[in-house]
């Protein structure tokens, strides 16, 4: 007689870690506009505290099983300033340290590899996600996140390529472009205020028409 073998059930890893992690690394991306490889990238060193900038200069790039650090993506070196509140979980990160250790680094110290997203709890990212009550979504939608935030706030198209770390003005304008034509009404609206509490040319405003007298 032959007993059928039961399966093994392997106990799920768990991601504490990555748990406690999560919030502090997802900042960056989400509220600076830094790729994923960008912000598990940074060292110690990379952290102006005072001036509340990152330096990006290193991008941890995962190719296959494989993290290999290269310079970013457009092959230049960028500052990138965050907001204050910030500057003390970052100071958090960085206690302890030295000056090329990372940031954010793995449960081994290494770099974190690229956030998969499942619809199961495996995925650590996905986790976070499930707990925060949002709708499904990658890092990479956090680099939007960061731009609509800004251009929210007012940035000009400028500010918001260097942001993300886009090569050009028009790069920008072609991913974004609706995010600016939002704010259309609100440049007409303050251009109408200006005009209105300033002291303009009566010849450049057309007078009042009289209503004809009836016969």
């Given at each position: 007689m032959r007993c059928r073998a039961r399966p093994c059930r392997c106990p799920r890893r768990r991601h504490g870690h990555l748990h406690e992690l999560a919030p502090k690394l997802l900042a960056p991306v989400a509220y600076c506009g830094l790729r994923w490889g960008e912000a598990t990238?940074?060292?110690?060193?990379?952290?102006?505290?005072?001036?509340?900038?990152?330096?990006?200069?290193?991008?941890?790039?995962?190719v296959?099983?494989?993290?290999?650090v290269r310079t970013p993506k457009n092959h230049k070196k960028r500052t990138e300033p965050f907001p204050r509140f910030l500057a003390e979980p970052l100071a958090q990160q960085c206690e302890n340290k030295d000056r090329n250790d990372l940031v954010f680094p793995g449960e081994n110290g290494h770099h974190l590899r690229l956030a998969?997203?499942?619809?199961?709890?495996?995925?650590?990212?996905?986790?976070?996600?499930?707990?925060?009550?949002?709708?499904?979504?990658?890092?990479h939608d956090l680099r939007h996140s960061a731009a609509s935030f800004a251009v929210s706030a007012?940035?000009?198209?400028?500010?918001?390529?260097?942001?993300?770390?886009?090569?050009?003005?028009?790069?920008?304008?072609?991913?974004?472009?609706?995010?600016?034509?939002?704010?259309l009404d609100s440049v007409a609206d303050a251009l109408d205020l200006a005009v209105s509490q300033a002291n303009v040319p009566k010849t450049l405003i057309p007078p009042k028409q009289k209503a004809p007298v009836p016969l």
């Open positions: 990238g940074l060292r110690v060193k990379h952290l102006d505290m005072l001036r509340r900038r990152f330096v990006i200069e290193e991008n941890a790039v995962q296959g099983s494989v993290i290999e998969r997203v499942h619809d199961d709890n495996m995925s650590w990212f996905a986790g976070a996600v499930k707990r925060a009550g949002v709708p499904r979504i990658t890092p007012g940035a000009n198209v400028k500010a918001v390529q260097r942001m993300p770390g886009h090569s050009s003005a028009a790069m920008t304008l072609d991913i974004y472009a609706d995010l600016f034509d939002g704010d």
